[in-house]
């Protein structure tokens, strides 16, 4: 019996990218199309299948532990850039300044999307949610450098709403303009935890 739910809920590829090197910079580069393979998009240098450990499991594993990559792809939406835009007093927050992989429209709260849901893309391609995306310092440094004065208002500006990270469980190609369709697990609460268990930390 299947566990995952397909939803009526579809959205749009909005923006494609990869970053290069991320010693070099936090930015992605626009694409009009990338290459889904079970080491992320081809080209990322957060992909792989494994990754040292970061600031995301401190409290799971020592600074660099070797551990499987769930963190292969950076997810945003059109709508909470908007907002975050808003909320800074910008005219628009480009996604590269964020290091976006993906950038979906249609798909409402993206961020909000419980970890285990699914990306199904037109090709049949498929990214895995892993979990919500904290906001951090580095997007704020680029946004620095564009308008002067407002990166400090980011990290506030981008609470609940900075997106998600990812991990390819179907390869396949994705292009700018494709359907995606959202398939979700179960969704029950679990009783037992303190309430702060469920607040979001601070991951770059």
Known sequence: MPILSP???????????VVRDRRVTLRSEPLTAVEATFEGFAGECHGGLTRPSCSRVAAQYPKGTEIRNARQVSILSVEE????AARMGLEALRPEWLGANLVLEGIPDLTLLPPSSRL????????????????????AQ?????RPGKGKGFKP?????????????????IALG???????????????????AGAAADQP
Do not use: K
Request: charged share 20%; aromatic share 6%; hydrophobic share 40%.
């Open 142 to 146: 680029e946004i620095e450098r564009e």
């Open 7 to 17: 939803t009526s809920i579809a959205g749009r590829v909005a923006f494609l990218g």
């Open 120 to 139: 199904i893309f037109a090709s049949g391609a498929s990214i895995v949610v892993d979990m919500e995306n904290g906001p951090c310092q580095f997007p």
């Open 81 to 84: 850039l908007a907002d975050i």
């Open 157 to 173: 500006a981008a609470e609940g709403r900075r997106g998600l990270v990812g991990w390819v469980e179907r390869p396949g190609p």
């Open 178 to 196: 494709d359907e995606v369709r959202l398939h979700v697990p179960p969704l029950r609460l679990y009783p037992h935890l303190p309430a702060q």
